[in-house]
């Protein structure tokens, strides 16, 4: 089964901050999602990832297959980014997704 | 539709009772998933369809879980005699085959009182 493991657990930044969340993983894997889940719940997909940078925005994240690493950055945060990010991993021998505990951003105006 | 539409949004039962919470996909989308948020936990996998072939089941917690996909496209979540430490928010997600992005619903926060 994979870990998946994030750090740091909860964030607390200033606007314009730039903000890096980390994802590490444990078992080899097709693809890895980051996602957004806001206070009332819904949950958003930002990025699916199998290999090297994707961008969105003021939004980008990383992927390092050989570390076993990902990394979800936020340049020129704003208080609108306060949620919490969710890394998960597809593959390792599992259908579903397995899930980090999540990191809870807030950025403070 | 737009998006991964579940109902209800809420759902409050007494101990004991069945609950039918229900996940319409995005139309031609194949992969259907359901997890589960519980307080103060994260996010775990329960049921995984894709297209007619049998779904993985190996995320479901106890026996008293079920789920059916009808014609490939509406999935009915069942849980059986309901208990204190089923409550959660249950998520619907679908995607075309796996390896595309994902699309969740809003979800379904259940309370078994």
């Known amino acids: 089964k994979n870990e998946v493991e994030q750090s740091p657990q909860n964030l607390t930044a200033q606007e314009g901050e730039f903000i890096t969340i980390n994802c590490s993983y444990s078992v080899g894997i097709s693809a890895l999602h980051w996602l957004q889940q806001h206070p009332g719940g819904g949950i958003v997909s930002l990025f699916m990832l199998s290999s090297g940078k994707k961008k969105h925005g003021r939004l980008i994240a990383t992927i390092n297959i050989q570390e076993k690493h990902s990394s979800l950055h936020i340049t020129a945060s704003h208080p609108r980014d306060s949620a919490v990010y969710i890394c998960a991993v597809l593959g390792g021998g599992a259908d579903g997704l397995t899930f980090g505990k999540g990191t809870h951003l807030i950025i403070q105006p | 539709g737009a998006g991964v539409s579940q109902s209800p949004s809420n759902k409050v039962t007494e101990k004991g009772k069945d609950v039918e919470l229900r996940c319409d996909p995005i139309s031609g989308h194949t992969a259907l998933y359901w997890y589960r948020q519980s307080l103060g936990q994260g996010l775990e996998f329960l049921i995984y369809?894709?297209?007619?072939?049998?779904?993985?089941k190996s995320g479901l917690p106890s026996d008293r879980f079920s789920a059916e996909r009808t014609g490939g496209s509406v999935s009915t979540l069942t849980i059986q005699r309901t208990q204190q430490e089923d409550s959660a928010v249950y998520l619907c997600?679908?995607?075309?085959?796996?390896?595309?992005?994902?699309?969740f619903g809003s979800g379904t926060r259940l309370t078994v009182v």
């Open positions: 369809f894709q297209g007619n072939s049998a779904p993985d």
């Open positions: 997600a679908s995607s075309l085959p796996p390896l595309y992005g994902y699309t």
